[in-house]
T-cell receptor, first 109, second 113 residues
Framework: AQRVTQPEKLLSVFKGAPVELKCNYS??????LFWYVQYSRQRLQLLLR??SRESIKGFTADLNKGETSFHLKKPFAQEEDSAMYYC???????????FGDGTTLTVKP | DVKVTQSSRYLVKRTGEKVFLECVQD?????MFWYRQDPGLGLRLIYF???????EKGDIPEGYSVSREKKERFSLILESASTNQTSMYLC????????????FGEGSRLTVL
């Protein structure tokens, strides 16, 4: 069975500080991992995916298969980064995704 | 832009009522999903469909059913609503070649009294 764990429900940092949102997974196959973000009063949307290895809005995430982790990082947090973040794992079965419980990030001025 | 539209943003129903939640996508996606979103519990998959008239149970299908008569439309049905089904319901779709990326609707907030 596939499982995604986000150990922090709440995370608060000051503007300009580094931020790391943790995500660990368990999956027997080769995972496809994603970070989704939901800003206040907006729909849930893709932030980034591990296969593209890109940086979006200053965020990066590296898949570490040895530690089964996919942590989301940003070196200098901005107030507009305040949102709910979900880590998700997708298998090849019709793109079925399993989500973590989410982390609410608050960036204080 | 992919558009996933959930027709009802807010609903208030009474216990025992039948509830229909409608979802339409305009990108010809094969796969459609219904999740419920609850604080501290993340998103939990209720049902999904990878083709017209096909459906698969997700992780929490009890108390729900679905219908997919047309490719663009995926309906979630609560045959007899209960208070523990008060939640935010999210519809999503995905297509081939996007490695499982989901496109979400704005959500339907259901309150069952």
């Amino acid at each position: 069975a596939q499982r995604v764990t986000q150990p922090e429900k709440l995370l608060s940092v000051f503007k300009g500080a580094p931020v790391e949102l943790k995500c660990n997974y368990s999956y027997s196959g080769s995972p496809e991992l994603f970070w989704y973000v939901q800003y206040s009063r907006q729909r849930l949307q893709l932030l980034l995916r591990h296969i593209s290895r890109e940086s979006i809005k200053g965020f990066t995430a590296d898949l570490n298969k040895g530690e089964t982790s996919f942590h989301l990082k940003k070196p200098f947090a901005q107030e507009e980064d305040s949102a709910m973040y979900y880590c998700a794992l997708s298998n090849t079965n019709a793109g079925k995704s399993t989500f973590g419980d989410g982390t609410t990030l608050t960036v204080k001025p | 832009d992919v558009k996933v539209t959930q027709s009802s943003r807010y609903l208030v129903k009474r216990t025992g009522e039948k509830v229909f939640l409608e979802c339409v996508q305009d990108m010809d996606h094969e796969n459609m999903f219904w999740y419920r979103q609850d604080p501290g519990l993340g998103l939990r998959l209720i049902y999904f469909s990878y083709d017209v008239k096909m459906k698969e149970k997700g992780d929490i299908p009890e108390g729900y059913s679905v219908s997919r008569e047309k490719k663009e439309r995926f309906s979630l049905i609560l045959e007899s609503a209960s208070t523990n089904q008060t939640s935010m319901y999210l519809c999503a779709s995905s297509g081939p070649g996007v490695s499982g990326e989901l496109f979400f609707g704005e959500g339907s907030r259901l309150t069952v009294l």
